[in-house]
Nanobody, 124 residues
């Protein structure tokens, strides 16, 4: 069982930066690949970024590649999403998720555990 709690969301102007954090409970954090998803009103939840269990491999959606960076710190049971050059279209609730499988997936159904989400709003 893994419990995930996101933090770090807020209001920022276009071009600005934010860093999201996701703290995980339990002693098996490094057994899970971690990912970030986001969801805007009226839209489906979409994949943003994923980091492997070892932290040695990352994968990004095309819409955030080059602007966002995912990282993990296993000693703190925490995964981060550094977001730079933010755009109004990045506005969404951001969720972190955990996947025990080593196979890279961008599908919501692949992830067993989810946080409650944190709101990110980018003003133009």
């Amino acid at each position: 069982q893994v419990q995930l709690v996101e933090s770090g969301g807020g209001l920022v102007q276009a071009g600005g930066s934010l860093r999201l954090s996701c703290a995980a409970s339990g002693r098996t954090f490094n057994n899970y690949a971690m990912a970030w998803f986001r969801q805007s009103p009226g839209k489906e939840r979409e994949f943003v970024a994923r980091i492997s269990r070892s932290g040695g491999s990352t994968f990004y959606s095309d819409s955030v590649k080059g602007r966002f960076t995912i990282a993990r710190e296993d000693a703190k049971n925490t995964v981060y999403l550094e977001m730079n050059s933010l755009k109004p279209e990045d506005t969404a609730v951001y969720y972190c998720a955990a996947d025990r499988s080593p196979v890279t997936s961008t599908r919501v159904e692949s992830y067993e555990y989810w946080g409650q989400g944190t709101q990110v709003t980018v003003s133009s």
